[in-house]
């Protein structure tokens, strides 16, 4: 993973408005057409020697270092160039890091007979960041990543960013993040969500989104919804549409918070405002009569509604082929037109959409619109079941019971309706317990069928109270 390099601490000391490695070349071409005049250097043997005639009693408190080490970076910025070397050089014979550090740089670069030594300028960054040197860590990590020293060491450079992630480094977090997305096995899921952690705190858009899925879902860390709800809160607020659609899906769905049907609508019109289609497309579906999960505190405008989810047509958003073709399927501020509405779902199957893939599949199977085919009915919902839609799963489970398109199998069923209802599938649930009932495919529960159908009337199955009433009566 190749990436650019960001400002060091040393192009930065020697006023040079380039990124990463680029000011090396930019220095050079100072020195061939004669700007700066070139230095002569110690060779290593001459900095040992130096090093071993040192008398104990001049050695340099760290005080005095930092003072040394400033006075070097002042020569830099007033172009005493010569000075400066002879400053860090002094600083690096006390092993000084810092000092160490902006010597490997001007060594590096070619400041002494316009000739690099990359050997020397490696050791020294190397010495520095053994030392736990931030500016040279980062350095050879960078380094070792573009084969600056030699060959590319990506696990090398990998262990250094590690380092400076560890030593709370920014921008070896985020590499450490971006990494972690394109190879899973590179770090656990408790790492990642540490590292986007620290980032969220420290304003990365992308971080905040990440951490609140890792807190929603509890993915490497303890399960905190309302942490969530807070980081994507957060989010949105600084603009970021994704945010807007996450927490509009909580507050309008989630059953294990109070659900908040007129907040989510303002998050999502903020986001419809600014051309969001996914913004667009749900808030269509959620001010009409179609929403049958979550209503409270929204004003119901079919016309309205079927307008929002046709702008989000405009612009070829896979979901709203699904939403629109139910918009003309049910008549719901539109005109009742089936073709029409088979049309759009086969666009959004198409697409890779499972929810049109359902949608379409239904039509198939009941031969509304289109012409029966229940064998493609099945192979479409299964497509989609695959994708792990929750409401495709329990469609599956649907055509099984009723052998629809395949052989019928209760097992099967059972199996299908149970994954769905893990999922929190509300008819998935409701299907569930309507087979533990009446006993179909095992023995009858009804103990067990009572819990699933208030399980499934919590998740919003509007069914699942008649049959709570029905059962609580027989005792």
């Known amino acids: 993973m190749k990436r650019n390099l960001k400002f060091s601490l040393v192009a930065i000391s020697l006023g040079i408005a380039i990124t990463g490695f680029q000011y090396r070349t930019h220095l050079a071409e100072q020195f061939k057409f004669g700007k700066i005049a070139p230095l ?7 900095v040992e020697e130096q090093q071993a005639i040192v008398n104990p009693d001049s050695l340099k408190t760290s005080e005095e270092l930092s003072i040394l080490y400033t006075t070097g970076i002042d020569a830099i910025q007033s172009g005493e160039y010569d000075k400066a070397y002879r400053v860090f050089e002094e600083g690096a014979s006390y092993k000084y890091a810092p000092s160490m550090h902006q010597l490997a740089l001007m060594l590096e670069i070619g400041l002494l007979n316009s000739k690099t030594d990359q050997g020397r300028a490696f050791k020294l960054y190397d010495s520095a960041a053994k030392q736990g040197y931030l500016e040279s ?8 990543e573009s084969g600056i020293f ?5 696990v090398r450079s990998t262990e250094l960013y590690r380092v400076a992630g560890e030593k709370g480094d920014i921008d070896s977090l985020s590499w450490l993040r971006d990494r972690s997305k394109s190879d899973s096995s590179f770090s656990t899921p408790e790492e990642i969500a540490q590292w986007n952690m620290t980032l969220a705190a420290n304003g990365d858009m992308q971080a905040t989104i990440d951490a609140g899925m890792a807190l929603y879902s509890g993915n490497g860390v303890e399960l905190d919804k309302e942490s969530a709800i807070d980081l994507f809160e957060t989010a949105a607020e600084q603009g970021d549409d994704s945010a807007h659609t996450f927490l509009a899906s909580i507050l309008l769905y989630d059953t294990d918070i109070e659900r908040k049907p007129a907040e989510a609508v303002v998050w999502l019109s903020e986001s419809a405002d600014r051309g969001n289609p996914r913004a667009q497309a749900m808030l269509g579906i959620v001010i009409s009569s179609l929403n049958d999960l979550a209503t409270k505190g929204i004003v119901i405008d079919d016309k309205k509604a079927f307008d929002w989810v046709n702008e989000s047509l405009k612009q070829e958003y896979p979901l709203a082929y699904s939403y629109a073709g139910q918009f003309y399927l049910a008549a719901t501020g539109v005109d009742r037109d089936l073709e029409k509405a088979v049309d759009l779902f086969e666009t959004g199957a198409e697409k ?5 893939m359902v949608n379409l599949g239904w039509q198939l199977a009941h031969g509304q619109g289109v012409a029966k085919d229940e064998k493609r009915a099945f192979e479409i919902i299964r497509t989609a079941a695959d994708m792990g839609y929750p409401n495709a799963i329990y469609n599956l489970g649907w055509l099984y019971e009723h052998g629809i398109g395949v052989e019928q199998s209760y097992r099967e069923a059972i199996n299908h309706y149970r994954k ?13 317990a309507e087979l533990y009932e009446l006993g179909k495919g095992f023995i009858a529960d009804k103990k067990k069928a009572l819990e699933l159908y208030q399980l499934a009337n919590k998740l919003g199955d509007t069914r699942a109270l008649e049959k709570i009433n029905e059962l609580t009566a027989q005792g």
């Open 352 to 356: 890779g959409n499972p929810d049109a």
């Open 150 to 154: 030699g060959k590319v060491n990506i």
């Open 137 to 144: 860590i980062k350095y050879l990590a960078q380094a070792h």
């Open 40 to 46: 002569k250097g110690a060779s290593e043997s001459d």
């Open 420 to 432: 769905s209802a893990d999922l929190k599938d509300p008819s998935g649930t409701y299907n569930l």
